[in-house]
């Protein structure tokens, strides 16, 4: 059974910094690409970004270009989010999630993953 764990959620001021985890499980983590995906309040749901499952190649969507960087300790079999300059806009649930396919680079497009974690809360507010 697959299972995705996110922890590291929190409060933060505007201008800080927290780092997101996602620890996996049930499948070969190594072979498939992995996603952050956010929730804001009221709105629905928004791909943040996407590492292939080497770790060598990332995209971000353009709202967290320059502030976020994922990365992924194949050998840990957890993938991160670090994330810098947090915005209050950038309140939400954030979701790791597994693409559909092994080996392949994943993408924006929610509807190809195939599991997703319960999520864990960010809150950016003075």
């Known amino acids: 059974e697959v299972q995705l764990v996110e922890s590291g959620g929190g409060l933060v001021q505007p201008g800080g910094s927290l780092r997101l985890s996602c620890a996996a499980s049930?499948?070969?983590?190594?072979?498939?690409?992995m996603s952050w995906v956010r929730q804001a309040p009221g709105k629905g749901l928004e791909w943040v970004s996407v590492?292939?499952?080497?770790?060598?190649?990332?995209s971000y969507a353009d709202s967290v270009k320059g502030r976020f960087t994922i990365s992924r300790d194949n050998a840990k079999n957890t993938l991160y989010l670090q994330m810098n300059s947090l915005r209050p806009e950038d309140t939400a649930v954030y979701y790791c999630?597994?693409?559909?396919?092994?080996?392949?680079?994943?993408?924006?497009?929610?509807?190809?993953?195939?599991?997703w974690g319960q999520g864990t809360q960010v809150t950016v507010s003075s």
């Open positions: 049930g499948f070969t983590f190594n072979t498939y690409a």
């Open positions: 590492i292939n499952s080497g770790g060598g190649s990332t």
């Open positions: 999630a597994k693409y559909f396919a092994v080996l392949m680079s994943g993408s924006s497009r929610l509807r190809d993953y195939d599991s």
